[in-house]
């Protein structure tokens, strides 16, 4: 491929050696004839004069843009030109792009997840009222999902109760259901029609499932953040229930696409990214 086609890329966090970020990126700039070299840039406990460097450094190289994972994307902010309005509204930021010299932060891990939502639960995450579980980064982008994929109550449970209550009180302002904040998974389930999980319950080596499967209920739509194991315990006891379920596959797959889009303003073939994401997982 000529130089031209070469479109630099990376991944900013920590730990990050486990992320199928450069296999899907890759695979979908290979897929529409884009030489994609997707750097990883693990830098643990990165102070905010480091991440600024790191910044102006995807600024001055020549980077497209970068993704930015766990645990710096509210630290990024500060040092970011501007915000899209998701990005501004979650208060989070995964995906930075660079124009012109400018750099404007994203939240693909909202739309990521609304579009997964849509294709795997649809119309049913609209019927009742939801528990979403964790108000951390990963709870805020998908809170922001929630909202804009019309589930008319959420409730909001936290290791955390006043981490709990302040995106409650928040998200309620972002136009869509209201948001409640709730005591304890037990409680928040009570009559709700469907379940998120947006803690790190369940990701290997933990087995654990942030719900009691005695909670759960046929006729209930469950979905998982967490992508390894591609099947968490949760997932499992909702499946064996016949509820509809969201792996965190759907929101992975999902913000990739949105994120090669915002990067290369080109659109993966169906498929391509998916496909890259599971042969990722299989091998790992």
């Known amino acids: 491929m000529a130089a031209s086609n070469r479109v630099l890329l990376g991944l900013l966090g920590h730990p990050i050696s486990h992320s199928a970020a450069p296999a899907m990126m890759e695979a979908a700039g290979a897929a529409v004839g884009l030489d994609i070299r997707y750097h990883l840039i693990d830098v643990a406990g990165a102070e905010p004069d480091v991440i600024r460097r790191i910044l102006d450094g995807v600024r001055l190289i020549g980077f497209a843009g970068i993704n930015v994972t766990f645990p710096y994307k509210q630290a990024v902010i ?69 909202a804009r994929g019309g589930v ?25 259901g209201r948001f409640l ?35 759960l209920r046929a006729g209930m739509w469950v979905a998982d ?21 969201m792996p965190g596959r759907a929101m992975s797959v999902g913000q990739a696409g949105d994120g090669f889009a915002l990067f290369t303003g080109r659109t993966a073939p169906p498929g391509v990214i998916g496909d890259a994401f599971d042969r990722h997982v299989s091998a790992r």
Not at 92 to 121: E, I, M, P, Q, W
Not at 195 to 206: E, K, Q
């Open 181 to 215: 904040p709730a005591p304890g998974v037990a409680e928040a389930v009570q009559g709700a029609a469907g379940l998120v999980n947006a803690s790190p319950a369940g990701m290997l080596p933990d087995t654990s499932s942030p719900v009691d499967s005695a909670l």
């Open 78 to 146: 500060p040092f970011l030109d501007a915000l899209d309005p998701g990005a501004a509204q979650v208060g989070a930021v995964n995906l930075v792009t660079v124009r012109d010299g400018r750099l404007t932060g994203h939240n693909t891990d909202a739309t990521g997840f609304l579009s997964g939502l849509r294709a795997t639960v649809g119309d049913a995450a609209k019927a009742g009222p939801a528990v979403l579980i964790g108000a951390g980064g990963a709870g805020r982008a998908i809170a922001w999902s929630l």
């Open 152 to 176: 008319p109550e959420v409730r909001v449970v936290d290791q955390d109760p006043a981490r709990a209550a302040a995106l409650a009180e928040e998200a309620s302002g972002w136009g869509g």
């Open 225 to 245: 953040a967490v992508y390894h194991p591609p099947v968490t315990p949760l997932l499992a006891a909702a499946t064996a229930l016949g509820c509809a379920i």
